[in-house]
């Protein structure tokens, strides 16, 4: 990872909250679920036991990840409307198709594209950076050139 990431005030407070239920509620569990396997005996072919060692190695691994995001986060507000930045809320047209679509601007560690988070990293990110209402961006994807108009900047 870089020195710093940059992340929208939004993100950060995700991460913090993913990060709190992580050590007070999933943790605990897996912890529970280790020491209630532990008192079954045999713990070489107590499948429940290494089940739950290797989930709870998953979670500190995600605990370490989000730690070291938070360490290193820059966060940044959205300055402006005029222009696409990190927090920006864009509408698009994808022209000639008349189809609509919205997309959260985000950090690349926020980002989702189900939830219409896309990274300022992604290539659509890329293209629309900067971008103001009105202006068309081109964008190579794996079905083509897809050329988007900027109706709106939130």
Do not use: C, W
Not at 2 to 18: A, C
Not at 22 to 31: E, R
Not at 63 to 83: C, R
């Amino acid at each position: 990872m870089s020195d710093t990431i940059t992340i929208t005030q939004t993100g950060y407070e995700e991460l913090q909250q993913e990060l709190l239920e992580l050590k007070t509620v999933a943790m605990p569990k897996v912890i529970e679920r280790i020491s209630n396997a532990r008192e079954q005996g045999d713990l070489s072919e107590n499948a429940d036991y290494h089940s739950a060692r290797d989930e709870r190695d998953i979670l500190q691994a995600r605990v370490n990840e989000i730690e070291e995001i938070l360490a290193k986060a820059e966060v940044t507000a959205v300055k402006t409307t005029s222009s696409v930045s990190l927090g920006s809320k864009v509408t698009l047209e994808i022209v000639g198709k008349g189809k609509k679509i919205t997309y959260q601007m985000s950090g690349e560690y926020e980002s989702n594209p189900t939830e219409g988070k896309i990274s300022i990293q992604s290539p659509v990110g890329k293209a629309l950076f900067k971008k103001s209402k009105g202006d068309k961006v081109e964008v190579e994807t794996p079905a083509g050139k897809i050329t988007y108009k900027i109706l709106e900047i939130k």
